[in-house]
């Protein structure tokens, strides 16, 4: 039988999704609390098919920074040193989420990472051209 699962080394015709609109929730006397509150009509929910960026991780990259998401849900099995992680660890998108996330636990749920610490970010994905092990950032 063919293989029809497509994974992020397979080619995809289709071009990227735009984010999709809030969801609009009908009116009902059964509604649950959760739905009654109105921000939860504001989550955005954006399906996203990663084989669109075959071997293209830093267009994922920049693709996901755009739309600049508070949680990723990955549908399949997921590998520390899988080509996606690599990918989204290696340009700091994985650091920027889990920072802004404690940064939001920590003072308040629309914290944001400062200018200065995202410049920090991208300059330690630049190669080092300096001495050294790593250990401080001084240039």
Known sequence: TENTVT????TVSQSKPEPMAP?????SSEETPLMQDERFNLIKFNVLNVGQFFKDPDGLVEYLTEYNPTFIIIGWSFSTNGDLSVALRSK??????LLEFDLRSIKSPSASLSDDQIKL??????PADWAG??????K
């Not at 969801?23 to 009116?27: C, E, G, N, Q």
């Not at 700091?92 to 989420?97: A, R, W």
Request: glycine share 8%; charged share 35%; net charge positive.
């Open 133 to 138: 092990h790593g250990k401080d950032l001084r």
């Open 92 to 97: 700091g998108f994985f650091s920027k989420m």
């Open 7 to 10: 994974d992020i080394k397979q």
């Open 23 to 27: 969801y609009a929730w009908p009116s």
């Open 121 to 126: 970010l991208k300059k330690a994905d630049q």
